[in-house]
């Protein structure tokens, strides 16, 4: 795919179902008893993979329009044992939530996913999943293809988790669902927190406390969870592309409505208003249990930034996306504490820095840190071509950075913006960007 300088982008971009409260919703609603409707769900491949999941594991999970799908659970401790293995794809949440749900009952799955998915560590998950009494053998490192054999006693844990992931505490959580007793989750900083907030939803006993320690989360396990209807807010992940492409392609002005503003998810727009981003939160409201507002944006000029450490958690899968941008901004653009970044979907910080590298952008990085010296705006010579290693938020990011450059910018392999962002090229075709594929 090539995309290429264009003119003012234009119009309201709406933008998919938020893919973290798309995955929960559906495992949540194979967990309850009774009927789960859930409105504005992401179908992008990612999620349609943890649907075909749910159903392996004995959930009758039905489609009933777009966005719309309905889950008749099987209750906690309920899943039956999946007669094949598990594919979960391109998804790190969807693999990692189900192993955590499905560990504390005696079945035994064995899950795989495609290259990018079978090179990410799942030892942090199953790390906490073993003090629960479940096994998992995998290939070396806590590769997948693995086979997670659930604990059919399982004691309830307490556990801290080691590096700042919302999928790894979400995977306890869940295991904590079917275990008798109190689990405890510790997380030293704030990660996303809508696996606490939708189990309150479905009626789980749960606390939240800020200890020394952290954030301190109690779940008191085999609840029956109570159906819900759930209204899945648009993804902030997503809406950060057209945000961004429309801060730097001149004279550009979107609105992008109903924009989760969730504190554990909005740490980029944060940073985007530091760099000097016209971005206006209108309508600021509750939806399905999340505070959403309708961003108005216009094209700025930006002013390169530090992005403090802490605020990495709430901020993890925009980077890439910031990064591209800050090649337009006057000034480095400094990121620090992102380590998290190597072990994504690829190695974020390697595949931003050769690819920026490619179209002409000086990059500075290390084990855990990235720097951007921003060319300014127009300043960014672009032509060159980009692998997206089967990473959907590297591939956006590029396509963006080429709508302002002064020659074109081409990925390598578009088809993995499929798995968060199916409408992303139409999407943006509709506020007039010019992102052509070849072949078509
Ligand atoms: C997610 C957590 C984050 C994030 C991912 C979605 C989730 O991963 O990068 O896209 O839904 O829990 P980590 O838990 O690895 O930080």
């Not at 592309?241 to 740490?267: D, M, Y």
């Not at 507002?293 to 000029?301: I, N, P, W």
């Not at 000086?362 to 705006?377: K, L, N, S």
Request: aromatic content about 4%; charged content about 20%; proline content about 7%.
């Amino acid at each position: 795919m090539t995309s290429r300088r264009c003119v003012p982008l234009r119009g309201v971009a709406e933008v998919p179902g938020d893919k973290s409260i798309s995955h929960r919703a559906l495992i949540l609603g194979a967990l309850a008893v009774g009927e789960t409707w859930i409105t504005g769900l992401l179908e992008g491949q990612d999620v349609l993979d943890t649907a075909a999941a749910m159903r392996a594991f004995g959930a009758d999970v039905q489609r009933l329009g777009p966005g719309e799908w309905a889950v008749h659970g099987v209750g906690v401790g309920g899943f039956a044992e999946p007669e094949d293995v598990i594919d979960c794809g391109n998804s790190g949440t969807g693999v990692r939530l189900i192993m955590g749900a499905m560990a504390t009952s005696p079945i035994t799955a064995t899950f795989t996913g495609d290259d990018s998915l079978r090179a990410r560590p799942m030892g942090r998950v199953t790390a906490p999943l073993s003090l629960f009494g479940a096994a998992a053998f995998g290939r070396a490192g806590g590769r997948l293809p693995m086979t997670v054999v659930g604990a059919a006693d399982p004691v309830p844990v307490r556990y801290e988790v080691p590096v700042p992931s919302a999928q790894v505490k979400s995977a306890v959580l869940l295991a904590g669902l079917n275990a008798p007793g109190r689990t405890v989750v510790i997380e030293r900083e704030a990660t996303r927190d809508h696996t606490e907030r939708m189990l309150a939803g479905f009626g789980a006993e749960i606390t939240v406390e800020q200890g020394e320690e952290g954030r301190v989360i109690t779940l008191t396990g085999q609840p029956e969870l109570r159906p819900q209807s759930v209204a899945v807010p648009r993804d902030p992940s997503s809406a950060a592309f057209p945000v961004c492409a429309a801060l730097i392609v001149e004279g550009s002005e979107i609105t992008v409505p109903g924009v989760s503003q969730n504190p554990t998810r909005n740490g980029l727009y944060t940073t985007l208003v530091e760099m000097g981003a016209d971005i206006v939160f209108e309508n600021p409201r509750e939806e399905g249990g999340e505070p959403v507002a309708d961003l108005r944006v216009r094209a700025s000029s930006l002013k390169g930034v530090e992005v403090p450490p802490e605020r990495a958690a709430s901020m993890i899968d925009e980077y890439p996306i910031l990064s591209a941008i800050a090649a337009f901004a006057e000034g480095r653009t400094v990121m620090r504490g992102v380590g998290e970044l190597r072990v994504k979907e690829s190695d974020r910080i390697d595949a931003m820095a050769r690819g920026l590298e490619a179209n002409g952008v000086r990059v500075e990085e290390g084990e855990d840190w990235f720097i951007v010296h921003g060319a300014g705006p127009g300043g960014v010579p672009g032509g060159g071509t980009c692998a997206t290693r089967l990473d959907h938020r590297i591939a956006m990011s590029f396509l963006c950075l080429g709508l302002a450059a002064q020659e074109p910018v081409r990925i390598d392999d578009g088809s993995a913006i499929a798995t968060s962002f199916p409408a992303f090229e139409d999407l943006m075709a509709g506020l007039g960007a010019y992102i052509a594929r070849r072949n078509r």
